[in-house]
């Protein structure tokens, strides 16, 4: 799942980390895992929902490169079902929160 992930967003020509970010640049995005969601029936798993959140860092407009996230994991297949805006003041950073979710049959 994480190379799927990767390969979406890395178009989008920012800097994308799995769980923590160490590098320095003003915008980047970072994503975790929340917990899964298994389906099961007559005690086989039928499919997976795998929920994903991606956290953008910007010192910038963020309007833009949000739709791109957006458009970028629809066309990997995510669905968006979360969403949310803050700003960090300790840091000054725009954090915008997308979280997605990908159902994924076994």
């Known amino acids: 799942m994480n190379k799927k992930i990767f390969d979406a967003l890395n ?3 920012k800097e994308v980390a799995f ?18 969601v298994q389906f099961d029936s007559d005690d086989e798993e039928q499919y997976i929902t795998h929920y994903v959140q991606l956290d953008l860092f ?9 739709k791109d996230i ?10 968006k ?11 000054k950073f725009y954090h915008k929160i997308l979280r997605f979710y990908f159902i994924e049959e076994e």
């Open 58 to 66: 910007t010192k910038w407009d963020y309007i833009q490169l949000t």
């Open 19 to 36: 769980e923590d970010y160490t590098g320095s640049d003003d915008t980047y995005i970072r994503f975790f895992f929340l917990p899964q």
């Open 81 to 91: 079902n979360f969403e949310d805006q803050r700003y960090e003041t300790d840091t």
């Open 11 to 13: 178009p989008l020509g």
């Open 70 to 79: 957006k458009d970028a994991m629809k066309q990997a297949g995510f669905k």
